[in-house]
């Protein structure tokens, strides 16, 4: 089998998810069709591995998402004829599949009802308690996400993955302040992710992949957004700005040539530079104090020398600088044709 069944789907682009589950039909058929779902007869047979499975799971997520149901399937056969339909991961995959499969609102309903029949007989089962918030969000029901998201949470409070769907969930409905304290909370249960830093890696990752300086800079960016919000007082706006200069510093400072770090800092370092970083009064909290203005103008200039450098590398194609997002390095030079045009005035 393939060993790059066993990455993570999440990690997967568009065109990785069609490559992988075109591959699906040559996996399933060097693969056993039948497998005793006895743990001692599958231990004696010596046919079974334990990275089938997450292979079959993998294919399943990458052939839904192609379009693929008939090896979605068949994957799915497999697993439950492994495990059983009251295995909770399971559960879960068959509930994704029915979900793919909708044809509409009625019958992602009939999905629905049928997660909240799972929970009331076991409301502790956390692939469905998910799949039904995730769910509910891709119906446009926040609010029910949201409240489902914190029942969950009652239960399961060291979730960073449900936490940071409960930020992103705030942050769409404008709640600024409670998606910055949902991703600090993301910060707090995952304080040593820090040893796989890897500067293309989107943001869009949960969180158990994510590196640390990928949370920091996720929380500078609400900080931004909280601060440049319409009606925001100007004291609270320069106290979110403080923060989220601190918060890409320490991005980058944990993981070199990391482009979402640099943009933040460019970004949050123009406004102030713009702004008058020193036009009022400090907060008096030392803490969220603004940097001086010859501080922020060095950040600046730290910042497009990076950003250039990596658009620049980007472009060419050069060894070491491969795998930036498009959009993110073609919103980058966005941003530095804007400071180059305001230099030129």
Not at 10 to 30: F, H, M, V
Not at 46 to 72: H, V
Not at 116 to 140: Q, Y
Request: aromatic share 6%.
């Amino acid at each position: 089998m393939a060993s790059s069944v066993l990455y993570p789907p999440t990690q997967r682009s568009p065109a990785g998810a069609l490559a992988l589950s075109q591959q699906a039909p040559a996996i399933l058929r060097s693969s056993p069709s039948t497998v005793s779902s006895s743990p001692l007869n599958a231990l004696l047979s010596g046919s079974e591995k334990s990275e089938m499975w997450l292979q079959y799971e993998n294919l399943i997520l990458s052939c839904l998402r192609t379009g693929d149901d008939q090896a979605a399937h068949q994957c799915l056969k497999r697993l439950v004829a492994r495990f059983g339909t009251d295995n909770e991961r399971v559960q879960a995959l068959m509930g994704l599949v029915k979900e793919a499969e909708a044809n509409n609102n009625g019958e992602l309903e009939d999905v629905l009802k049928g997660y909240g029949e799972i929970l009331s007989e076991n409301d502790t089962n956390v692939p469905i308690a998910k799949r039904r918030i995730a769910l509910l969000r891709s119906m446009g029901r926040l609010a029910d996400a949201a409240s489902a998201l914190v029942q969950f949470l009652d239960f399961s409070p060291t979730d960073p993955e449900a936490w940071s769907e409960l930020s992103d969930i705030y942050l769409s409905q404008g709640l600024y302040p409670q998606a910055i304290y949902a991703i600090e909370e993301v910060l707090v249960l995952a304080p040593n992710a820090w040893n796989v830093c890897n500067p293309t890696i989107p943001r869009n990752l949960s969180p158990m992949l994510m590196h640390l300086s990928q949370i920091h800079a996720r929380l500078g960016e609400l900080q931004y957004m909280a601060a440049t919000a319409p009606g925001v007082a100007n004291g609270s706006s320069q106290k979110y700005l403080a923060e989220a200069i601190k918060r890409f510093s320490r991005s980058i400072e944990l993981c070199d040539d990391y482009l979402r770090g640099y943009y933040g800092l460019l970004l949050v370092s123009k406004k102030l530079l713009n702004d008058g970083a020193k036009a009022t009064k400090q907060p008096e909290d030392s803490e969220f104090a603004l940097p001086d203005t010859s501080t922020i103008e060095r950040l600046n200039e730290l910042a497009t020398a990076k950003l250039s450098e990596i658009a620049r590398h980007s472009a060419s194609h050069d060894r070491g600088w491969r795998g930036y997002s498009e959009a993110e390095v073609a919103a980058a030079r966005e941003l530095l044709a804007v400071g180059e045009s305001a230099v030129k005035r």
